[in-house]
């Protein structure tokens, strides 16, 4: 009788550990699914961190943030589809100043701010977008959807 009530009690505990991972799985399945979009390797656009940032910010404003390789990202509030997102005030690669490159601004040339223009980028992607005016150029700001 004394083994049965062993094997009843170590029964249980399996039965306890195994529910116990499997609420585990579903819990990170859950999270990862959710996730999903914002942090896959094929997303474009801004950050998480960059909204979060200008969260109780008006437009204009100064803000910074944190970024996950633990570079602090400072820039301005601006709009970005009703929703306030930070726009890096210079975003550095190696050292070196990224932007727009040359044929964002040739594109918009003899253009009004606001007009569309598309260009293939050196990838042989066509960029499709509007102009806007960056510190008193015309340039192309792609359409993010």
Known sequence: METRAVGTRTMAARTTSLFALL????????GAAHGAHQFSADRRGPPA?????CENMNAGEQAEFVS??????????????????LRPANRKTNGKRRGPPPEA????EGKNAGDSAQFEDRRGETLVGSCEEDNGKLVLRPDRS
Do not use: H, M, N, W
């Open 23 to 30: 609420s585990f799985v579903v819990v990170i399945q859950s």
């Open 49 to 53: 961190e960059a909204y979060s940032a």
């Open 68 to 85: 996950p390789r633990g570079e602090t990202v400072r820039g301005t509030c601006e709009d970005k589809d009703g929703t306030l997102v």
């Open 105 to 108: 601004y040739t594109v918009c």
